[in-house]
């Protein structure tokens, strides 16, 4: 399964460009959701939402439509990770289980001062569930300091069973590191003067990234029967052009 998608999905830039012109903001979301096969949620990342609310994303999405969560940043954004514990309660409590098979990873990114220490960040990964309310839960780790690319901490998260994101980015470490049974991607390179954000050769470039990720088991990772997940988001960037980059994207892979 490879879904792709952007991040959010109330950017008023979209409007008319995106979004067909006069279609109600309340409507942005089922749009999306049929334009594009997955959205990564960021609200969640600056304030709690409720069960209602995860409920009611749920039910304005197709059956296969698929949503990655990020994580709240009282979780992430702090000296000492291990006292993150009540932070992550609360964000699991909050009705992330509501989204049912429409779940995908939760996504847990960290301030680009925070550096790898390795007995912290063993600390902070033990507190992260393994389901809640019956729903199973998986864990991307979106480091931001070159510090954490190192052998230490691929083995950190290969025990957790937590992915590394990758980042195509000029800003953030690099890590292409199979440490979970699935790939998540963030691409943040979109340009404003291409309509499709990357070029024609670079969108073919990326689905066939795409498709070596799934096809990838990664050292330490058991092989699978089937392909693994991947899951990859246009953000940052020129945003007004991600839905274009990811839809251009979908297309390539014949999704």
Known sequence: M???GVGGWTYAPWRGVFFPPK??????????????????INGTFYRTQTPDTFRKWADETPDDFVFAVKAPRYATNRKVLAEAGESVERFIESGVAELGPKLGPLNWQFAPTKKFEAEDMAAFLALLPREAAGVAL???LEVRH??????????LARAAGAAIVFADSDEYPRIDEPTADFTYAR????R??????YSADEITAWAETAHGWERSAGKGVAKRAKPRDVFVYVISGAKVRAPAAAQALIAALNL
């Open 138 to 140: 998986r864990h991307a």
């Open 2 to 4: 490879i879904r792709v």
């Open 23 to 40: 279609l109600p903001h309340a409507r942005e979301l089922e749009f999306s959701s049929r334009a594009l096969t997955s959205i990564e």
């Open 187 to 190: 691409l943040m390179r979109t």
């Open 192 to 197: 404003e003067e291409v309509e499709t954000g």
């Open 146 to 155: 070159p510090s954490f690319a190192c052998d230490a901490f691929f083995a």
